[in-house]
């Protein structure tokens, strides 16, 4: 189960829960339902993931955006509320966050370089340990990190950068890997063998399977022009990785863009943007292209950016984005629920109050019906 950011925990309550967004006259179970939840405490960028209990942890970013605090929190199954202290998650209740730290961040990187942070719980479960960079040589960072966990204590933060800093067409994605469940961990190595550089202010997500399946989603940077997708695959706990390109873009620009990787059952979703639309797919057979079949967002696209994805066992997809947003420029939310087979459906919506800078989270509730936080 992977997440990126957090380590200090807020006061919080549960702000707002929205109606059902179905197609009207259409009667629906609560399986059907789309609920929207805005971020506690006015915080943006929310995280999500539920735990097998059907707890809901999310982390979001508040305060100034050189250098705010990232903070955790904690709804039981039923809960009206989200809690007031730290609960843990993961394999010996631990919950493993990691984000990059800003230019007044501590403890710093190499020659003072903005360092890539990690915390994980402490082993009572009652609040984190403290944070530390892992981040040993491979600088520069831009855009952002993210981490995965499984169940067996592999933990994997990993990042784009590039130490020669001679641009982002030789930045690479690296990968720090602990096997003691976040207490240590290695040096970090590049992951990937072709030097398809990475987009320097974009995000990048990973994603753990406890079979030992390791996702990592990123934009490239080729020649500075050509902005792909690749999606990463280890099948061995992190050591050695396939990729596979799963959609060009020509841009000689950054797109400021961010990806989802979510899981449904045995399958693994992954989101992404192109060309101001956004697309889901399943990943059924680690990269075989021909599996990755491309569903886009119905309508008109021309400014949608930041996906979230979940699904759910009987096979629906919901896909959610941002609209309007931009630098410094805030926007609307809206989704679309697919069938089984990547038809759209009648269970379709968007709202406004995304704030600057807001992104979106995704998932499924234990019934069966999806949730959106904003």
Request: overall charge positive; charged content about 20%; hydrophobic content about 40%.
């Amino acid at each position: 189960m992977s997440r990126s950011l957090a380590v200090f925990a807020g006061t919080v309550v549960l702000i707002l829960v929205a109606v059902s967004a179905v197609g009207a006259g259409n009667t629906h179970s609560v399986r059907d339902e789309v609920t929207l939840l805005r971020t506690p405490n006015g915080g943006i960028q929310p995280q999500v993931a539920m735990d097998q209990k059907g707890d809901l942890h999310l982390i979001y970013f508040k305060g100034h955006p050189n250098g705010g605090d990232i903070y955790y929190v904690r709804k039981a199954l039923g809960a009206a509320e989200f809690s007031k202290a730290q609960i843990a998650i993961g394999q010996g209740g631990r919950v493993h966050v990691a984000w990059m730290g800003s230019s007044v961040a501590r403890p710093r990187g190499p020659n003072d370089a903005a360092p890539m942070l990690y915390a994980r719980m402490n082993d009572a479960g009652k609040a984190f340990e403290a944070q530390r960079n892992v981040l040993q040589f491979a600088a520069e960072l831009d855009g952002g990190g993210s981490v995965a966990a499984d169940k067996v204590g592999n933990v994997y933060v990993v990042w784009h950068g590039n130490p020669e800093k001679n641009g982002e067409a030789n930045r690479r994605v690296w990968e720090a890997r602990s096997t003691d469940n976040g207490k240590t961990f290695a040096r970090e190595v590049a992951v990937y063998t072709e030097r398809t550089g990475a987009c320097g202010c974009c995000g990048m997500r990973a994603f753990a399977q406890d079979s030992g399946d390791l996702y990592i989603l990123y934009r490239a940077a080729t020649e500075s022009i050509h902005r792909d997708m690749f999606l990463l695959v280890s099948k061995d706990h992190g050591r050695n990785f396939l990729g596979d390109r799963i959609a060009k873009w020509e841009l000689n620009a950054c797109p400021m863009s961010t990806q989802a990787i979510s899981e449904a059952g045995p399958n693994v979703l992954i989101a992404w943007e192109t060309a101001g639309q956004v697309f889901f797919a399943g990943v059924r057979r680690g990269t075989d292209r021909d599996s990755i079949r491309a569903i886009a967002a119905p309508g008109d696209a021309q400014d949608r950016k930041h996906p979230a994805v979940a699904g759910r066992s009987r096979g629906e997809t919901l896909l959610a984005w941002t609209e309007g947003t931009a630098w410094q420029r805030g926007g609307s939310v809206a989704w679309q629920v697919f069938d089984e087979s990547g038809r759209p459906t009648k269970i379709k919506g968007a709202a406004a109050g995304v704030p600057v800078w807001g992104l979106v989270a995704a998932f499924t509730r234990p019934d069966g019906g999806f949730v959106i936080i904003y």
